[in-house]
């Protein structure tokens, strides 16, 4: 081999290695960029999958209100579906309670008035029970105090044994429908003891 054979033979060997060492320069590279790529989508898709568990826990959350709700609406539904109905027969009751209390004290004596009031009353028991079984009930006023959620306050009078706020007579029953109510009571409210006049001044 002469002399130019061996600088031509080093100098191809020399550019090989250049162009091996940049070839490997150049994998490298890409390796790295393809890694950093690779991390960069496991993050997106990690990020994405989050946002989507959140998204399907809220919809799950929603979804679960709404069936409560529904729920809800039927069991008030089912409840309150009478309440026109039962309204309507409010004045029956109202009726029983006049034919009662317009009875003189001293006809009750007579045998054939105290069987019609022994009837009326039978009736009367009859028909709150059938209005208890569907969920209706009356409820007692006297000596409770007056709560204007349930009570209609007519007239306000002095009473000698009820004290101040508190209801002293009542003059038209109150019903309730399960828990809401269907009609206040009518009531007469004590303003307690009458006080005497000089005390009042004092």
């Known amino acids: 081999m002469n002399k130019d054979e061996s600088k031509k033979f080093s100098k191809e060997k020399r550019d090989l290695k ?3 060492v940049k070839s ?3 994998d490298t590279n890409q390796t790295k960029t393809q890694v ?10 990690l990020t994405k999958n989050k946002e989507l568990e959140e998204k399907i826990l809220r919809l799950l959350a929603e979804s679960e209100n709404l069936r409560k709700r529904h729920e809800r609406e039927i069991q008030d539904s089912q409840s309150y579906a009478i309440k026109n109905f039962a309204s309507s027969l409010l004045s029956i009751a109202d009726n029983f309670q006049r ?23 039978a009736v009367e028991k009859e028909f709150f029970e059938v209005f208890e079984k569907n969920g209706i009930k009356k409820f007692s006023s006297i000596n409770q105090k007056f709560d204007p959620e349930i009570h209609q306050a007519v007239s306000k009078i002095n009473h000698e044994k009820i004290q101040k706020g508190f ?13 809401r109510l269907l009609r206040p009571a009518m009531v007469v409210v004590s303003e307690g003891p009458k006080q005497d006049e000089k005390k009042m001044k004092k």
Not at 36 to 45: P, Q, V, Y
Not at 168 to 176: A, I, M, N, S, V
């Open 18 to 20: 250049e162009e091996t």
């Open 24 to 26: 490997s320069n150049k």
């Open 36 to 45: 950093s790529n690779s991390e960069k989508k496991i993050t997106d898709l």
């Open 99 to 121: 034919a009662l209390q317009s009875v003189p004290e001293k006809e009750t004596q007579n045998t054939l008035v105290n069987n019609l009031i022994i009837g009326i009353k």
């Open 167 to 179: 209801v002293c007579d009542e003059l038209q029953l109150g019903f309730k429908i399960s828990d």
